[in-house]
């Protein structure tokens, strides 16, 4: 064989092994086909969806974040306008800080929570023939098995 036709087969040997990859979602219908092998239930991933689990959103992270910098600011102003108010309106404001200030602290925890990927959810499968809800499953960081 020539230089040519080595070069030509192995172009093709490259198209073939990356059109038999499997994707991560074609991993995870995999594992939940084997979970329903036993069963006569065929499954509909027609509508499914892979998505990524978090131990927090990173959109409530910064959510959270957002919030506590408002909060912040809401704090510094009942502050300063407290000293110019009688004391029986001064105690209300002192009660709505008080509220405010424990808001600020469940959030600055969950700020020390950084967003850490856990693992995948599929979610949107049906059984075909039932009509019941859309089934979920979630899975482990590689896709290996399907987890609680």
Not at 12 to 26: E, M, Q, R
Not at 34 to 43: I, T, V, Y
């Amino acid at each position: 064989m020539n230089s040519k036709n080595l070069l030509v087969l192995f172009s093709i040997l490259l198209v073939l092994i990356s059109c038999a990859k499997k994707t991560d979602k074609d991993r995870a219908e995999q594992l939940v086909e084997s979970k329903f092998a036993n069963e006569n239930q065929k499954l509909d991933f027609e509508n499914s969806k892979l998505d990524s689990l978090y131990n927090i959103s990173p959109e409530a992270y910064a959510d959270s974040v957002e919030k506590g910098n408002e909060l912040d600011s809401v704090l510094a102003v009942l502050e300063s306008e407290i000293e110019h108010l009688s004391q029986k309106e001064s105690d209300s404001v002192g009660l709505v800080s008080a509220a405010l200030t424990k808001r600020r602290y469940s959030l600055l925890d969950l700020a020390k929570t950084k967003p850490k990927f856990i693992g995948w959810k599929l979610s949107g499968v049906k059984v075909e023939g039932v009509a019941t809800e859309a089934l979920s499953f979630n899975f482990d960081k590689a896709i290996t098995k399907i987890t609680p």
